[in-house]
């Protein structure tokens, strides 16, 4: 992508009504404006990095077996009454009238609309187990949205839903998730901690949530030091049931809960090694079993052609509250520093010369070759001297610049900076170029 004929507003000054590093960063870089409050828009930098997120999010659920749907965002009241849920979830659902009067709402999640879909594809006991997912806008009308994506009111979350017929087999489910998150978040570069959490309006009484430690976050975080140490999960077999419930319960051994559900004896057993800390909640697993199946009579025919109720899980990640997560773990005074598996392009191509063939001739060859292999370039060919065109790469944090002036174009050289170190290397530019495509 050519910078000179791309949509970056780019701000200057850090706007007033960001009080968070992520949600100033995201304004400044043109990734985001508010267009109402907690309601956001997605520009061409921001849509990037969300996409990149959904994508590992995706290749991870699909990894676990789950199937990918899409649920509409506008559901009927009738719907939820069935739960008794369009009553208890009070005034955070946003609830809309249709031109007949009949009652709407935005869906704030979908445990009722995946559970009747579900019913409906399902007969017997040889259609489960299935876990069923969506990316989705959902909406919650939050009393305080703050912190630009993190708390926002419309927020993109993917939701799965599993449905088993006996409990072995819905922890087996839960676990599959449980073990899934881990891989998403550090495939994001993210330490998120899953943590024993209260249940809320899902219901069920197990539950995960998955913190990312920052002293922006909103949750209050209680845990055993060694969480801090980096876990490789990514050996963990999930189709072995017992292996994985061996691996999770392992991991679980270290005391890790949010204020909720804290235990005084556990933090007093883990005596130097507790700590406390403000986090951002990524995501959260959900077991209730039979809440919304029996609430909703969906009963499929067991193997003794006796009726089963399924029993059921949710997960939940906040793929756009990760944007703020991600930048809040991963920044310095200068700006974002993209892992490079979300970031929005690879590199930042930097023509120091405009006005200069030799400049001009190498940076088009450059561009040229690496979009012909696949690297994603941002190509700064505008008309601006060094310094803007370096505060720019910084701030909007692409993981690697090239960089071409007069100079190093005279002795065949180019510059490469790694945004996260800021080491700087000067190379042939064929030699630039294998790098980037190693
Ligand atoms: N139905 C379940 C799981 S599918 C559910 O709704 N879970 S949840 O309430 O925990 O939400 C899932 C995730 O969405 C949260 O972990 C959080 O990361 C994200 N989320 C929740 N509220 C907001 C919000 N107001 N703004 C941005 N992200 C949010």
């Not at 955070?92 to 704030?108: A, G, Q, T, V, Y």
Request: glycine letters at 8%.
């Amino acid at each position: 992508m050519r910078l000179s004929r791309y949509f970056l507003p780019i701000l200057k000054e850090t706007p007033g009504e960001a009080q968070v590093v992520s949600h100033q960063l995201m304004l400044r870089a043109g990734m985001i404006r508010q267009t109402a409050a907690g309601i956001y828009a997605f520009l061409p930098l921001g849509l990037r990095v969300l996409a990149k997120i959904e994508g590992i999010v995706r290749e991870e659920m699909d990894r676990a077996g789950a199937i990918e749907v899409l649920m509409p965002t506008i559901q009927s009241a009738d719907l939820w009454r069935q739960s008794g849920r369009y009553e208890a979830y009070g005034p955070e659902m946003l609830r809309i009238k249709d031109r007949h009067d009949r009652e709407m709402l935005f869906s704030p999640t979908a445990e009722e609309l995946f559970t009747v879909i579900f019913q409906n594809g399902a007969k017997s006991y040889r259609d489960l187990p299935r876990n069923l997912y969506q990316i989705q806008w959902k909406f919650r009308d939050e009393v305080r949205p703050r912190f630009g994506l993190m708390r926002g009111r419309e927020f993109l979350m993917k939701d799965a839903y599993s449905f088993d017929l006996d409990f072995a087999a819905a922890k087996h489910s839960y676990n599959r998730m449980f073990i899934a998150y881990m891989r998403t978040f550090a495939r994001m570069g993210l330490d998120a901690i899953p943590m024993q959490a209260d249940t809320g309006p899902i219901g069920g009484d197990l539950s995960h949530e998955f913190i990312v430690l920052a002293p922006t976050g909103e949750s209050d975080a209680f845990y055993d030091e060694a969480w801090l140490a980096a876990r490789d999960t990514s050996a963990v077999d999930a189709d072995d049931a017992d292996a994985l419930e061996h691996s999770i319960s392992g991991l679980n051994t270290d005391y890790a809960a949010t204020d909720e559900k804290r235990d005084l004896a556990a933090e007093a057993a883990a005596g130097d090694r507790l700590k406390t800390s403000k986090g951002i909640e990524v995501g959260q697993v959900f077991y209730f079993g039979d809440k919304y199946t029996k609430a909703m009579g969906v009963t499929v025919q067991g193997s003794d052609g006796q009726p089963v109720t399924p029993l059921m899980g949710s997960y939940g990640i906040g793929v756009s509250r990760l944007l703020g997560a991600i930048i809040e773990a991963r920044h310095d005074a200068s700006g974002i520093v993209w892992p490079d598996a979300v970031a929005p392009f690879k590199v930042a191509l930097i023509n120091l010369r405009v006005d200069d063939a030799a400049c001009l001739a190498a940076c088009e060859g450059l561009y040229a070759e690496l979009t012909a292999n696949g690297v994603e370039v941002l190509y700064d060919d505008r008309d601006e001297r060094g310094g803007p065109k370096f505060a720019t790469a910084d701030l909007i944090g692409l993981p690697w610049q090239l960089v071409v002036g007069p100079k190093g174009i005279a002795n065949g050289v180019v510059e490469l900076k790694r945004r996260a170190t800021g080491e700087k290397t000067e190379l042939p530019m064929a030699d630039a170029v294998a790098r980037l495509l190693a």
